[in-house]
């Protein structure tokens, strides 16, 4: 029963985005410091002070606070930033275009690299260019992407400065968004040359991003390809004529996936966190670095409105990742 | 009982071990650069000369003799800083991976031991805990803890326990089904006996491995959150504020984040190189 079980799944996740809503509500309100005598500043007078937290509800009782933010939430009115005087929702939407064209483009990075990687190292096994790939897969997998960052913006952007290191697009570049999704728009209205720019500042945040999942994804692929190819069906498919490289594409890769895709689903929503540091450090402005400047401002509803995004995009992938699991493995179709 | 003493031929082991010697080597080079800091550092690392910012390393012709690798914006030795930031590194690299060994090896032996409920609520949150990237976690901590050190290793200790517990809990159910538990038990040892004299010790070898991998998630972590501001003041001498500095001011002075990123990556792969290379020595299967 495929829909049952999905429709399970993603009925599953519903606690728990209650349970992360309920953490995150308890969690920011222990907060030492007052965020409304952070935006008023010294010069405000009591009743100033006063006006402003009956403003934002927080002169009510924490379980009042609550069931009201629960309401709000239900209806998808996330608040007003304490810092920006905005709406929290149409801050997030309008940085999330941002942060998922990245995170898109980044995965595409990795798990394109990652097969081809995997695939090779399969190949040859047990020769050299599986050494090497091995090894270089160590030396990835070492470093963590902040470090890989920067390591990119001091060899690319300053040792031999071909690469943009900053921002999302080149500042002579004029262009209108209506979506916020760059790429996608300014390629169906045919600004190429915004489609083009757009693109050459993804791709240092996007490897940096892409390069923990990428190694993590090529060794597990790679060693689940080895095993196989050592199964009797893989032999049965050389005897029958097929080459090496025939038996690994059309006959064990569907296979090797499997155990795959499992142990990497929890590398992707670190690759998805990972933005949070990779657009600070690149000067992107997506959902990741309005994040930080909203911890930086302690600005409470704005905090709490981007780590509930994040939840769900966590649950929507892990919910994707089940679906691929499914489709790949029969077996679990009847679960 | 199994013997938990390491064998006479350990340290020819270890020697013997290119990954473990390499790491040694490291965490032996920040130790000392840490220890003795006030001697090694040519300046004061807070000391500012407006005069002489933005100075190139010393071998450029505006360079200057006693500035080795040059000046930051204040004017601010960068080696000087640099040095001192490996006293705030290693710090955190080993209060907190302890701490977190600590909390995670308790929580662990408890749930691998006991088995049940007591398992079943420890590995949920485990579980939970693991799914979340450590990164945004430990940033949403410390806005809650509120900036400063402390809180980086509060954060830190919060986030990393599972790793312990994780892998400390698997070992404690292998270990209770063994031989030498049973004779505990037999003999009238105490649940509390059996778990810290007789399988704790049996766990150490694991715990050394899982901790010298710890601290150099620890140092990457106390970087990323000086990186963006939220651990120690904008001024301490941290790997983290140097390179947000140098990320400020990288067309003026590329040289300002080169050197805080080359000690970073120096010890991260050096504590990881230590991690892999003492299981190697340790684990009995992967010596084959």
């Given at each position: ?17 209650f349970g ?130 920067l390591?990119?913006i001091?060899?690319l ?14 500042l ?19 600004r ?17 991003l ?64 990972g ?61 | 009982m ?34 003795t ?85 420890i ?5 939970i ?20 050190l ?16 994780r ?36 766990l ?50 590329p ?26 020595v340790i ?6």
């Amino acid at each position: 029963m495929t829909t049952r079980y999905l429709l399970n799944r993603l009925l599953l996740a519903l606690p728990t985005l209650f349970g992360v809503v309920t953490v995150v509500f308890i969690l920011l309100r222990v907060v030492p410091g007052d965020p409304i005598a952070m935006m008023t500043g010294p010069g405000a007078t009591p009743e100033d002070i006063q006006h402003l937290r009956a403003h934002y509800g927080l002169d009510r009782s924490l379980s009042a606070q609550f069931v009201i933010y629960l309401g709000q939430l239900a209806m998808g009115d996330l608040g007003t930033s304490i810092s920006l005087r905005q709406d929290v929702g149409e801050l997030i939407l309008g940085r999330l275009p941002v942060t998922l064209e990245l995170t898109v483009f980044a995965m595409l990075i990795a798990i394109g690299c990652g097969v081809c990687l995997a695939i090779v190292g399969s190949y040859w096994r047990s020769r050299w260019p599986e050494a090497i790939i091995d090894s270089v897969i160590g030396i990835i997998v070492a470093i963590p992407d902040f470090l890989w960052a920067l390591a990119f913006i001091l060899i690319l952007g300053v040792v031999i400065p071909v690469m943009p290191i900053f921002g999302r697009l080149d500042l002579a570049l004029e262009y209108q968004s209506y979506t916020e999704f760059y790429l996608i728009e300014s390629a169906l209205r045919g600004r190429f040359d915004v489609t083009g720019s757009v693109l050459w500042h993804m791709i240092l945040p996007g490897v940096a991003l892409a390069l923990p999942l990428m190694a993590v994804g090529a060794r597990v692929l790679k060693s689940s390809l080895n095993v196989e190819m050592t199964q009797d069906y893989a032999a049965l498919a050389h005897t029958k004529g097929f080459s090496r490289l025939q038996v690994i594409l059309k006959e064990a890769l569907r296979n090797a996936l499997i155990p795959a895709v499992t142990l990497t689903g929890v590398q992707l929503t670190f690759l998805i966190g990972g933005t949070v540091l990779i657009e600070r450090i690149f000067g992107y402005p997506g959902l990741g670095n309005m994040a930080i400047d909203a911890v930086i401002n302690r600005d409470l509803p704005l905090i709490q409105g981007i780590i509930i995004t994040f939840a769900i995009i966590f649950i929507l992938v892990n919910f994707l990742i089940d679906l691929i699991n499914t489709i790949l493995n029969p077996r679990l179709r009847d679960g | 009982m199994v013997n938990v003493r390491p064998d006479p031929s350990f340290v020819y082991r270890i020697c013997h071990e290119p990954r473990a010697v390499f790491g040694l080597f490291v965490l032996c080079v920040l130790t000392v650069i840490a220890l003795t800091a006030p001697w090694l550092a040519p300046h004061d690392p807070l000391e500012q000369d407006l005069l002489y910012s933005f100075l190139p390393p010393t071998w450029y012709p505006q360079g200057e003799g006693s500035y080795l690798l040059g000046t930051d914006n204040l004017g601010r030795d960068i080696i000087s800083r640099t040095v001192y930031g490996t006293r705030i590194a290693l710090v955190v690299a080993v209060v907190a991976a302890s701490l977190a060994c600590l909390l995670g090896t308790v929580l662990g032996l408890l749930a691998g031991y006991f088995g049940g409920k007591v398992d079943l609520v420890i590995s949920r949150v485990v579980d939970i805990w693991m799914s979340f990237p450590a990164v945004l976690l430990s940033i949403v901590l410390v806005a809650v803890i509120g900036a400063g050190l402390h809180a980086v290793i509060i954060a830190i200790v919060i986030i990393d326990w599972t790793r312990f517990c994780r892998v400390v809990r698997a070992e404690t159910m292998v270990q209770k089904e063994l031989d030498y538990v049973a004779s505990g038990v037999t003999i009238g040892l105490s649940r509390i006996q059996l778990l810290l004299n007789e399988i704790l010790p049996n766990l150490v070898p694991l715990l050394i491995v899982l901790l010298s991998m710890e601290m150099g998630i620890a140092i990457v972590v106390e970087t990323i959150l000086s990186f963006v501001g939220l651990s120690v003041a904008s001024d301490t001498p941290s790997w983290g504020n140097l390179i947000q500095e140098g990320r400020q001011y990288i067309h003026q002075v590329p040289w300002l984040l080169g050197l805080p990123v080359f000690c970073l990556i120096f010890s991260v792969v050096g504590l990881n190189a230590l991690g892999d290379g003492l299981k190697q020595v340790i684990d009995p299967v992967s010596r084959r």
